[in-house]
């Protein structure tokens, strides 16, 4: 489809380990965004991508959390030394931007990591 | 971006005319309220915006007051699948790409 693909959908990992998640975003949207969504809370912000490069990573909560988008368009979040914590659903997101930004977001169906 | 507050749940029949009130007292001038919708393990879902004139799209209504303190967003024939959690949301809109950033919601459940 022509919607926001996250991979994998579901990963299940035990703590200390490495993870990363993937967002393939809606083709010609230059802005990606990583949300982390708790059990019973709304999404939480954690970083945003104009291009290529991080324009905010503010909502990062330590590093060992780090993401990147080379070319552009996919993008990865990378999860060092994962903790029973950081079990959540992270949600990915892109929008146009400029005057066609209107501020709607389109969010994949997100990945859900289980640290066990 | 200003905070809003929300109720955290309502019930609405289905059929019936769903109005999801949302405060936000000190938005500034140049903030639009924004409203979005998850469903059950879904990503979250683009219904409408606006700045301060009512608007109307095939999804819903979004009535802002004068003063533009508060809001309400309609569905106006709620159906089992308008079961979601909504979300409320001030945000600087064309020309920026600011993340949005997402309170508690309201649980609204439309009941048969």
């Known amino acids: 489809g022509a919607g926001v693909s996250q991979t994998p959908s579901n990963k299940v990992t035990e703590k200390g380990k490495y993870v990363e998640l993937r967002c393939d975003p809606i083709s010609g949207h230059t802005a990606l965004y990583w949300y982390r969504q708790s059990l019973g809370q709304g999404p939480e912000f954690l970083i945003y991508f104009q291009g290529t490069g991080a324009a905010d990573d503010s909502g990062l909560p330590n590093d060992r959390f780090f993401a990147v988008r080379p070319e552009g368009s996919v993008s990865t979040l990378k999860i060092q030394r994962t903790e029973r914590g950081d079990s959540a659903v992270y949600l990915c997101a892109s929008s146009l931007y400029g005057t066609a930004n209107t501020g709607e977001l389109f969010f994949g169906e997100g990945s859900r990591l289980t640290v066990l | 971006d200003a905070k809003t507050t929300q109720p955290p749940s309502m019930d609405c029949a289905e059929g019936r005319a769903a109005n999801l009130p949302c405060n936000h007292s000190?938005?500034?001038?140049?903030?639009?309220v924004y409203w979005y919708r998850q469903i059950h393990s879904q990503g979250p879902q683009y219904i409408i915006h606006g700045l301060k004139n009512n608007e109307t799209n095939e999804m819903a209504s979004l009535i802002i007051t004068e003063d533009r303190k508060s809001s309400t967003l309609i569905l106006p024939h709620a159906t089992l699948r308008d079961t979601a959690v909504y979300y409320c949301i001030v945000r600087v809109a064309f020309g920026s790409a600011r993340q949005l950033t997402f309170g508690s919601g309201t649980q609204l459940t439309v009941l048969p």
């Open positions: 000190t938005i500034s001038g140049n903030e639009y």
